[in-house]
């Protein structure tokens, strides 16, 4: 399996995972702010990585990398990062970090093979 697979592969997982969590981590019933904002985010994430996978020559890898920026900041921003919410917190931080590494770490793979591309004309 080539580097850029699996690094869209780990997104899409990530980008599942995020979508489907509100499923099994405690959301208190008096917001729903950070359901919402973990299956938007999660479900944009993955169809950003299925299509990194399917069309490689799209260039999705910096939204993905965007995608994980969001993740990250989101507790914070929408307000669920207090104790109520922490599992959801913990669970945006930890795909954010999945996101941003898959993401950066792919632009830097196509940069790469550019660059190789380019120099060995």
Do not use: C
Not at 10 to 32: E, K
Not at 64 to 86: E, H, K, Q
């Amino acid at each position: 399996m080539s580097g850029k697979r699996f690094l869209g592969l780990a997104a899409l997982i990530a980008g599942v995972y995020a979508g489907l969590s509100p499923i099994w981590t405690n959301n208190p019933t008096d917001t729903n702010k950070g359901m919402y904002t973990m299956i938007a985010l999660g479900v944009i994430t993955a169809a950003l990585a299925l299509a990194a996978l399917y069309r490689p020559g799209v260039a999705t890898d910096s939204l993905i990398a965007l995608m994980g920026v969001l993740f990250v900041v989101s507790p914070w921003v929408m307000s669920f990062s207090d104790t109520a919410y922490r599992p959801m917190a913990w669970t945006a931080w930890v795909v954010g970090a999945v996101s941003l590494v898959a993401g950066a770490a792919e632009f830097q793979l196509d940069r790469s093979e550019h660059r190789h591309a380019v120099t060995n004309r």
